[in-house]
């Protein structure tokens, strides 16, 4: 379903979920890459990322909760 075709609560409740499933499918990808690399600099890039990451899903995720 694409975001053009909707509009008001529709919409927003779409746009935070799709918030939330990406954040969510990052947070997979820099902890398995994390898990695995052995770079000491891409190691802390993605420690900090991670950190950012986290705090915006835990953000989606409360605002999701306030829909429903």
Do not use: M, P, W
């Not at 902890?31 to 705090?55: C, G, M, P, W």
């Amino acid at each position: 379903l694409q975001l053009s075709v909707l509009s008001g609560r529709q919409l927003d409740e779409k746009f935070i979920s799709l918030q939330v499933e990406t954040h969510r499918g990052a947070l997979n990808a820099i902890e398995t890459h994390l898990s695995s690399t052995t770079n000491e600099f891409a190691k802390q890039y993605l420690i900090r990322a991670k950190d950012t990451v986290t705090r915006h899903y835990e953000a989606a995720q409360k605002l999701q909760a306030s829909f429903f």
